[in-house]
């Protein structure tokens, strides 16, 4: 089963799989499979989504289970599985929808690669739910083809993508017209947008903040009038940058005024630097990298919306250009192209990695009277402090931030789960889950080696196997990364079965890195206590540790341990490192 979710950072946007609830109910009370379906063909219920309106709450998936559900009675079938890409698109070829891939796979091999559950092919509410893509239609077909006569229903019919009568034909220009269409409509966009931009049209899409939002009753365009409350904060925020304040500086005013952005939450460094190096505050525009301009005159454009002005609120485009010049990011706001004199040097563009940046996190009370809890990255130290070493530090504008030394940090918390390790995992046994697709994939490659031995020896012509050796190849295409695929996981699953130090001293950064995300949720680092000096020795008790909890899982299994997960090596309750 598969569950992109992340608790930590809920998002509409998730691909997931399950069991139907009604087969679960069966399941739960003891029944099996097999008397579930009582003869019923097992189907796969496949929903999908673009765009999640509903503040993540998969309405439109749920009703569209439900439909799924009841059309499948109406062939003698059965749904058993239920497989949804929420707020994800099928038109775009970028967009990877992890639920569709699986559900191929699956159907691919006949069954459910967790549960055992059989599948003979898929149930949709229409087929564009599936497939828009010329590329997602062959990939779907070929499962259908491989399972054997694999049943694909579309709303209440059922279609035939298995034998070619013509409606696998239909399929690919229906699909096929779907991208044209797509691309079209970008084209038209992108060109709507550049003649929009030229005459000065006002903004489209999301309310920006320092502007009112668009309006039925009474009628208002978005982002042409000033949004009164908001506009004094906009014009400060310029103004401080102007005078030379930081953007963290600027951030953390911002907030502590008690200043919501435009969707409701607080600012961010990011967001900040987005407001004001957008030109519109001043009535600019930028497209396709550069300002947009008068062709005739070279001047900018003035948008036909409310903006600065000068006189009143003391800046404008000359303000904006002086603040533009000292912005050293790669890209500015809005595509801004940057100039070749400006690129960073190989020092800048050098990338830096520390062992527990990201598993440390910030213990200090910060502006809003929270514990910060932001992670801790690492800097390089210089100057006067390059003699103390490199440091870790919480970089929150809303939070005054703790800092320790990378030193003696790593080097604690580096024993402390060696020995972690060592307790639990030292002697574990690596256990590889075999690839299900093994058999499958062997007897595909022999039919590809005899279908060639055929043509080459003229028991069978090219044009006859032309298309069955194009499926073939495709299909082995897709099996030999699906063994990949299930290789890396089995690898990262037994990573840390069979432990021993001369492992760990043969790992590289990552993968020690790798090692600590499975056996430590987080580390919360204390500020220094009043009236202790900054400079005073590490210690080791302002180290709060988390230990993860499946973590024991492996071990539990195998030697039925009774140790609490949330004991330190030394088997005490450890909240705090000591």
Known sequence: MIDTRNPARPSRTFSRSSVAPALQAWLDEGGTVEEWLNGRTPLISYARISADRLDGDAIGIGRQHKNNTRNAELHDCAVVLHYEDNNITAAKREVERPAFIQM?????????????IPVK???AVERKRVYRLPRDFIAFQDALVMVGDGIFIDDKTSLD??????????????????EAEVKDIRKRTVRNAADRAEEGKVYGGPRRFGWLGASKDPYRLGNKHKDTVEWPHLIDMIKARYAGRSWRFITREINKKGVLTARGGRFTEQAVKGIITNPAWWGGRILNGELVTDRTTGE???????????????????????????????????????????????????????????????????????????????????????????????????????????????????????????????????????????????????QRRDIKDSVATGSADWSDVHDLLMRL???????????KDHLKAESKRNLLRGWSREKWGRMELDEKREVIAQVLTAVVVLPVPEGVSDKAPFDPNLLKVSWRKEALAAKDKEEKAVTSPDQDPAGETAPVAA
């Open 121 to 123: 092919g898929c149930i």
């Open 161 to 178: 993508l298995v034998n070619d009568d013509g409606t696998i034909i239909a399929g690919l220009v229906t699909s096929g017209t779907g």
């Open 300 to 446: 900018p454009v003035i948008g036909e919306w409310d903006h600065a002005d000068e006189e009143i609120d003391g800046v404008g485009y000359e303000t904006w250009k002086s603040i533009m010049a000292g912005v050293k990011a790669n890209r500015m706001h809005r595509g801004m192209k940057r100039d070749e004199e400006a690129q960073q040097t190989e020092e800048e563009l050098r990338t830096r990695t520390y062992l527990y940046s990201g598993t440390l996190r910030c213990g200090r009370i910060n502006d809003f009277e929270e514990i910060c809890y932001s992670k801790l990255s690492g800097n390089k130290a210089t100057g006067k402090n390059a003699k103390y070493g490199d440091y870790y530090r919480c970089g929150d504008v809303n939070c005054k931030g703790v800092g320790r030394r990378v030193a003696p940090v790593d080097e604690f918390l580096e024993g402390l789960t060696l020995a972690y390790l060592d307790k639990h995992f030292v002697g574990t046994k690596v256990k590889t889950i075999p690839w299900r697709g093994k058999e499958k994939l062997a007897n595909l490659r022999k």
């Open 473 to 483: 190849n495709r299909t082995i295409q897709t099996l030999e990364k699906e063994e």
């Open 104 to 116: 191929c796979r699956d159907i691919t091999h006949g069954k459910e690669e967790e549960t055992g």
